[in-house]
């Protein structure tokens, strides 16, 4: 039977370098694929919705750390598992990367780049779950990007409110100091911002991190620079029920 996902509305492993033998790039940041959590005592896969709610949560926005450990990276196709609930609706997807200090609130002014992922659609299976689902989006991009820390932020956008996309959680590799017991998370943005975000009705599976509940699902895919290709040889290392409240 199919599991559907459940959509909560208003209320990487860094050192990972999977070759994609089709067109030669690599994994720059991988939070892993989404896993079922518990809500409200029910197993399922679970979407924090991120978009433009109505009234009250216009930039209801999910900010998701991670960082940059290669000089001169491009960003060229990020992947995010994220579910169309009826009704919610927009015309597209975007993204904001945010600089980040530590693991405080990316602020107005944080913004290092944003811009059009691509059509809100659905997308295709992703191979890495149980079910058989459309979440899995992958976005052609071309974002240069140098070492450092950073948050990703997905949303939908455009369309009459509310419309958002609900991004799936639940990922298992995301590095563990960057893991908070929280998800920075945004109803209205610039004032008041990210704010923590823990709702004692979502859970951990048995022997489930309780870390992973807040880690939205997306990999980065990247390739180097051509003056940086040098620094990428024989050092790099190969690592190969939907409701809403």
Do not use: K
Not at 52 to 57: F, M, V
């Amino acid at each position: 039977m199919r599991r559907q996902p459940l959509m909560l509305g208003t209320l990487g492993l860094a050192a990972l370098m999977l070759v994609a033998p089709a067109n030669g790039q690599f994994v720059l940041w991988d939070t892993g694929p989404p896993h079922m959590v518990v809500y409200d005592g029910a197993e399922t896969y679970l979407g924090y919705s991120s978009g433009d709610l109505g009234p009250g949560a216009e930039q209801r926005w999910c900010a998701i750390p991670f960082r940059i450990e290669i000089p001169d990276a491009v960003i060229t196709q990020i992947d995010v598992d994220w579910f169309i609930n009826p009704g919610d609706e927009a015309d597209n997807v975007r993204y904001i990367i945010w600089n980040r200090a530590g693991l405080d609130a990316p602020l107005d002014g944080d913004q290092f780049s944003e811009g059009l992922l691509g059509p809100y659609a659905a997308g295709r299976d992703d191979p890495r779950t149980d079910v058989v689902d459309d979440w899995l989006h992958e976005y052609p991009v071309d974002i240069p990007i140098p070492m450092g820390d950073y948050y990703l932020t997905i949303y939908g956008d455009g369309g009459t409110a509310p419309n958002s996309t609900p991004w799936l959680t639940g990922g298992d590799l995301q590095a563990e100091d960057l893991e908070q017991g929280f998800l920075w998370r945004s109803a209205q943005f610039p004032v008041p911002g990210f704010e923590p975000y823990n709702n004692p009705a979502i859970e951990p599976m048995p022997g489930q991190d309780p870390d992973d509940l807040w880690n939205c699902s997306f990999t980065l895919w990247g390739v180097p620079e051509p003056s940086s290709l040098c620094l990428i040889g024989v050092g790099l290392a190969v690592v190969m029920a939907r409701r809403r409240i």
